[in-house]
């Protein structure tokens, strides 16, 4: 039987594990991910009441965490939004729908807490579908990753204006930090595979001006 409830101290250990299991190798030889899911629940900016996980049968297979981020228009107008991830799902069960659903839970929480949008970093085929699209907001320099995508919860809540995005603090990982932690771990096997090379591609692709 499917569930999805908040994450509870006891269960951290178990979705720390999970998600360096989703994310090892996958964008990069070894992860930081886990190591971001340690680190996050302790800062400000981290949103317990979005912190979910997803059970089968009272075994945890997937978990989401957002965090607070903000856009600042031209005007200098802050609105404060919501950022998500790690979303991660056990191996086993990738590709599966799970993902879908943790989310789809997760995005109906994020409306009941009265947040109006969410912007993330990923590959679009993996979001698209999930309602995220190309708004008029950029990093704060400008620019418009391709990987950068929005999702209006209330729609029209954007305006049609030029926001620019800053999220929160707890996102710039430490890369020797997060080796540091690693090392405290089970030994997993560093390699190189095809999914990097996707990923350096995607996360350095910049669009034209929206």
């Known amino acids: 039987m499917l569930n999805i409830r908040h994450e509870t101290p006891a269960d951290y250990q178990t979705v720390e594990d999970m998600t360096r299991a989703a994310f090892y190798n996958l964008y990069e030889p070894g992860c930081v991910e886990h190591y971001l899911v340690h680190t996050m629940r302790q800062h400000p900016d981290f949103i317990p009441e979005l912190d979910d996980v997803l059970t089968l049968d009272g075994k ?27 979303l991660s799902i056990a191996p086993a069960f990738q590709r599966k729908g799970y993902g879908k659903q943790l989310l789809e839970y997760s995005f109906k929480q ?30 704060p ?27 929160s603090p707890v996102m710039a990982v430490s890369e020797a930090a997060a080796q540091k932690y ?8 560093k390699r190189h595979q095809p999914s990097q090379e996707e990923f350096y591609i995607i996360s350095h692709a910049m669009l034209g001006d929206n």
């Open 182 to 189: 690693d090392a405290t771990l089970a030994p997993l096997t």
């Open 60 to 86: 945890i297979i997937g978990n989401v965490m957002y965090t607070k981020a903000k856009l600042v228009n031209d005007a200098g107008d802050e609105k404060g939004i919501l950022t998500f991830g790690p």
């Open 110 to 139: 994020a409306r009941q807490l009265g947040y109006e949008t969410i912007v993330i970093f990923g590959s679009p085929m993996n979001y698209v579908g999930r309602g995220f699209q190309k708004f008029k907001v950029s990093l």
């Open 141 to 167: 320099n400008g620019q418009y990753p391709a990987a950068m995508m929005v999702k209006e919860l209330k729609v029209g809540g954007l305006g049609g204006q030029h926001w620019r995005y800053y999220d």
